[in-house]
């Protein structure tokens, strides 16, 4: 065996210290030359996300200082949104970094969900508009309208041989007030109101040959009651006179009210009307004057339906009310020739045959628009119908076909009356 001098192993020394030397630069130079790569590689990456990263601070910055201004829970949503996942020792052995993009991007799609559902919320919320306050009000209505009889009868004035023309009363528009007291609920409560309203008003004219009404050389009648063909109750075979018509309704209403979504308010509750009639005819042959009244009460409901409009306090809205009475009718007619009467008493209530009879039903409509001009202060105008079914009539129910005995005749019980025209007001709330 021979041993190695002490010069040889000086030589193994520098020749094993050379090697080492190399693999150590070699390793260096390699690793240096891996980091490069990863770094240009998640430089561009960086590059390629920015936008998408600066998507949202772009939208932000308009209307915040800094980050700091945002909401709280804003801030939560952009810490999501920049989640990185943590170095492992398997990453740094490789001398990288891996940045787990796929999980990245689920994360901001389930934000973007989750905000998106928020916003639709909102949304939804400012389309019903804000919750409504509870408030007091009081309301004064010009109810301008003119009534509408079944029958308008003033007069019937022969025109030729066995021929007859029917004269109308001329009803013009006429005001008449309706105030309302209340408590506005608000949103799922229960509300109250008492609504009084009423049309008092006449209307009259004169008819003789002067006019024209009544053409020179014939004459004219006021039929009422009619017995084998003959006029019993009325005026007949005049030339000049003066017709009156008088209308008076009286209607009370309380109701309770809740809100059933938003725009919709409901309404139920009772009601007490009187609806009374007069006729007056009098003539150079004699005179004539007849009344007719219905009384009833009975329950009422309603829907309101109110759309606020683009336009700055103002608003749309539109009524629908239904009533339904039971109650007492009468009808009074004399005349003054002869004295005759008609009477035709209150239909007996206890009476199954006839209570039917005694039923009156009622349907109103408004439509229109409102202006508050302040938070106190509202104004409005409406288009306004009424229809008030079989609550009886007064004029002259006979027509006449000819002199010899051609007349006919109708019940006054089973008229209806109606009321056609516009409304405006003001309301004071609190």
């Known amino acids: 065996m021979v041993h190695p001098t002490a010069s040889t192993l000086n030589d193994l020394l520098k020749l094993m210290t050379q090697k080492i030397d190399w693999v150590g630069i070699t390793s260096r130079c390699l690793v240096g030359a891996n980091l490069l790569v990863i770094?240009?590689?998640f430089s561009g990456k960086a590059s390629a996300q920015?936008?998408?990263n600066d998507s949202p601070a772009s939208g932000y910055s308009s209307s915040f200082d800094s980050v700091t201004d945002l909401p709280a829970n804003e801030i939560d949503d952009l810490i999501d949104q920049a989640s990185y996942a943590q170095w492992t020792e398997a990453a740094a052995a490789d001398g990288g970094v891996t940045i787990h993009n796929g999980a990245d991007s689920s994360i901001q799609l389930m934000n973007l969900e989750r905000r998106l559902a928020q916003q639709e919320s909102q949304l939804a919320r400012l389309q019903n508009g804000p919750a409504r306050p509870g408030k007091l009000f009081a309301r004064y209505e010009s109810v301008i309208v003119q009534p509408v009889q079944s029958n308008q009868t003033a007069l019937?004035?022969?025109?030729?041989?066995?021929?007859?023309a029917t004269v109308m009363f001329p009803w013009e528009m006429k005001h008449s007030p309706r105030v309302t007291l209340g408590y506005e609920p608000p949103s799922n409560g229960v509300g109250w109101q008492l609504r009084y309203w009423q049309f008092d008003h006449g209307q009259s004219f004169v008819a003789s040959e002067d006019n024209g009404i009544i053409q020179p050389g014939w004459r004219a009648d006021?039929?009422?009651?009619v017995e084998d063909g003959d006029v019993a109750l009325g005026v007949q075979l005049?030339?000049?006179g003066t017709f009156t018509s008088r209308v008076r309704a009286d209607v009370i209403d309380l109701e309770v009210s809740r809100n059933l979504i938003q725009p919709v308010d409901a309404f139920i509750g009772m009601r007490y009307g009187k609806f009374s009639q007069t006729y007056s005819a009098v003539t150079d042959e004699g005179s004539v004057n007849a009344i007719t009244e219905f009384r009833g009460l009975g329950p009422t409901m309603a829907l309101r339906l109110r759309q606020t409009l683009p336009l700055d306090r103002l608003a749309m809205f539109g009524t629908l009310r239904g009533a339904m009475l039971y109650g007492k009718k009468d009808f009074l007619g004399r005349e003054s020739n002869f004295g005759n009467t008609q009477h035709v008493n209150g239909i007996d209530l206890r009476s199954y045959d006839e209570g039917v009879n005694s039923f009156a039903g009622s349907l109103e409509m408004q439509v229109g628009v409102e202006y508050t001009i302040t938070d106190h202060f509202t104004t409005f105008v409406a288009f306004e119908g009424q229809h008030h079914s079989s609550v009886g009539g007064v004029n002259p129910p006979a027509t006449m076909e000819g002199r010899d005995g051609d007349v006919t005749g109708d019940s006054v019980?089973?008229?209806d009356l109606s009321f056609v025209g516009l409304t405006t007001g003001i309301q004071l709330q609190y």
């Open 156 to 164: 019937i004035v022969q025109t030729g041989d066995e021929e007859f």
């Open 222 to 225: 006021v039929p009422y009651l």
């Open 413 to 415: 019980l089973d008229d």
């Open 238 to 240: 005049f030339e000049e």
């Open 39 to 41: 770094g240009w590689s």
């Open 50 to 52: 920015s936008p998408q």
